[in-house]
């Protein structure tokens, strides 16, 4: 489990294709955003956030074990933008939640539901509102002023409606954060929140039973 708060961006340092699964391996920074180090508090086998995608820490290498590897396989691969990156790549990182971490962004489960795409971006001043294309499936859960993760970044739905929504992003966050670099035509992942999809589950039966019966 996540909080969509990214803690750094990493850079894509190696890609070795192995058959349709591809090893990923990030080189990370000395320590995030908050200035604590990150190479000393990962182990093997650990889930970590790659662009809101949960993966395993598969091998931890580099002098200061700055060097984490993971395996990606065709389904991950052709279900996010993890499939497009290249070696110098920026990544968003998060590492799992601990029990008794303060809950800052909304929980993510790290499975992304879907890829959209970057479809405007309007500047106001240093802030950015962001617009993005989304799929139905997405689309569908979205409520204004909720919660959605895009990239691994927990961030507020603004006007969301059949075809998308926009998030008004504050600098610290396109500076600490891969958004900062997405152009229109980017391809981004998109977690909805997960109360909105068991409350979809739920009503689904009822809905359906409604729209079955005939009028009056």
């Not at 180090?37 to 931890?60: H, K, M, R, W």
């Not at 074990?65 to 990544?91: P, Q, Y």
């Not at 068991?198 to 039966?205: D, E, G, R, S, W």
Request: hydrophobic share 40%; charged share 20%; net charge negative.
């Amino acid at each position: 489990m996540f909080t969509g708060l990214v803690e750094a961006k990493a850079v894509v340092d190696s890609l070795e294709s192995r058959g349709s699964d591809v090893r990923l391996t990030l080189r990370l920074p000395a320590a995030n955003g908050r200035g604590e180090p990150l190479a000393g508090d990962v182990q093997l086998g650990d889930s970590v956030a790659l662009n809101g995608c949960c993966l395993t820490v598969v091998e931890i290498a580099g002098e200061t074990g700055d060097l984490w590897s993971f395996e990606a396989g065709a389904e991950t691969l052709s279900r996010t933008n993890l499939g497009g990156l290249s070696e110098g790549s920026g990544v968003n990182v998060e590492r799992a939640l601990r029990a008794g971490d303060r809950l800052g962004g909304h929980l993510v489960q790290g499975h992304v539901d879907a890829v959209g795409t970057v479809a405007k971006l309007d500047r106001d001043g240093e802030w950015l509102n962001m617009h993005f294309a989304a799929p139905p499936n997405v689309a569908a859960l979205l409520v204004d002023k909720g919660s959605v993760c895009v990239d691994g970044v927990s961030l507020t739905v603004c006007e969301p409606h059949g075809e998308g929504f926009y998030v008004a992003l504050i600098p610290h966050t396109l500076h600490e954060t891969t958004l900062g670099d997405r152009a229109v035509g980017d391809r981004v992942n998109f977690e909805a929140d997960i109360l909105g999809k068991y409350v979809q589950k739920m009503l689904a039966p009822h809905i359906a039973g409604a729209a079955s019966r005939p009028a009056g």
